[in-house]
Nanobody, 124 residues
Framework: QVQLVESGGGLVQAGGSLRLSCAAS????????MGWFRQAPGKEREFVAAIKWSGGATYYGDFVKGRFTMSRDSAKNTVYLQMNSLKPEDTAVYYC?????????????????WGQGTQVTVSS
């Protein structure tokens, strides 16, 4: 079974950057999609980005607007989320997730493996 461990969260000033990592143990089949979601206090969890393991196609939430980039290193079974131009409203717990046969990569219901989350705090 796939297990996910996130790292790279922290405190950053507005306008700064962070890179999140998500290391997956277990076999990642070509059908998989890996996603990032986030949840701010008092808000629902929302889609941030996803990548298809085969081919590497990427998808982003509307709010990203070119600020974030998701990538993967197949040899390391790791995905990354590079976040630039961070804003205070990006403050949230960021979760990595894996979906084996996703029909929609932006729906959390498609994902059946989740990491423990990593806190990102952006100060103004």
């Amino acid at each position: 079974q796939v297990q996910l461990v996130e790292s790279g969260g922290g405190l950053v000033q507005a306008g700064g950057s962070l890179r999140l990592s998500c290391a997956a143990s277990g076999r990642i089949f070509s059908s998989y999609a890996m996603g990032w979601f986030r949840q701010a206090p008092g808000k629902e969890r929302e889609f941030v980005a996803a990548i298809k393991w085969s081919g590497g196609a990427t998808y982003y939430g509307d709010f990203v607007k070119g600020r974030f980039t998701m990538s993967r290193d197949s040899a390391k079974n790791t995905v990354y989320l590079q976040m630039n131009s961070l804003k205070p409203e990006d403050t949230a717990v960021y979760y990595c997730a894996a979906a084996r046969y996703p029909s929609r990569v932006d729906s959390e219901r498609e994902y059946d493996r989740w990491g423990q989350g990593t806190q990102v705090t952006v100060s103004s």
